[in-house]
């Protein structure tokens, strides 16, 4: 069974004060995984998708990195308008569809 | 534009009763599917299409139907059978539902579901 699990549950950091997500998986082939941000009560945003390990991205003070076994979400410099949950997820190669499982988030808030 | 709507926002349930969230996407998406979110906690699949007129259950299917009778448009029913309803209900579309490349999968901005 593919299994997902974000952590820390929830992250305070001050304005400017980088750190890092994790987002630890077990799958059975790994076909992409998606980093989504969810402000409260919307749905979520695409930002990234990773196929494979050794692979980045970056998007303004985002940057996704892969392993076999983890990926991290850096955030560098927040801003307070970085608050939000960011949600991991991943797509299974023996899937016969695109479904993506979930970890329970990371909820994040910057204070200025 | 293009994206991804769902009605109504907030929904309220009497017990016993059924209710219908509406979604629809212009995207010419293929693939449609169903997540609830509980607080606190991630997506879990409900049901998914890959094409018109085929649905498949997902992980928590009980208490829940769907129809995909034309292809931009996948309604849930949330039927009495469904004993704890409340939730942050999504909908979510992608390209192909058959893309081993890991096809992006895009979500609508959510209804809210009440038991009262």
């Known amino acids: 069974e593919d299994q997902v699990t974000q952590s820390p549950e929830a992250l305070r950091l001050q304005e400017g004060e980088s750190s890092s997500l994790n987002c630890s998986y077990t799958?059975?082939?790994?076909?992409?995984l998606f980093w989504y941000r969810q402000d409260p009560g919307k749905g979520p945003e695409f930002l990234f998708t990773l196929y494979s390990a050794g692979e980045e991205k970056e998007k303004e003070r985002l940057k996704a990195t892969l392993t076999k076994k983890e990926s991290f979400l850096h955030i560098t410099a927040p801003k307070p308008e970085d608050s939000a949950t960011y949600l991991c997820a991943v797509q299974a190669g023996n899937n016969a569809g695109n479904m993506l499982t979930f970890g329970g988030g990371t909820r994040l808030m910057v204070k200025p | 534009d293009g994206g991804i709507t769902q009605s109504p926002k907030y929904l309220f349930r009497k017990e016993g009763q059924n209710v219908t969230l509406s979604c629809e996407q212009n995207?010419?998406?293929?693939?449609m599917y169903w997540y609830r979110q509980d607080p606190g906690q991630g997506l879990r699949l409900i049901y998914y299409?890959?094409?018109?007129?085929?649905?498949q259950k997902g992980d928590i299917a009980e208490g829940y139907s769907v129809s995909r009778e034309k292809k931009e448009s996948f309604p849930l029913t949330v039927t009495s059978a469904q004993k704890n309803p409340t939730a942050f209900y999504l909908c979510?579309?992608?390209?192909?539902?058959?893309?081993?490349?890991?096809?992006?999968?895009?979500f609508g901005e959510g209804s809210w579901l009440t038991v009262v």
């Open positions: 799958v059975s082939g790994l076909r992409g």
């Open positions: 299409s890959q094409i018109v007129n085929d649905f």
């Open positions: 979510a579309s992608s390209m192909d539902g058959n893309d081993y490349s890991g096809n992006t999968i895009y």
């Open positions: 995207l010419n998406h293929d693939a």
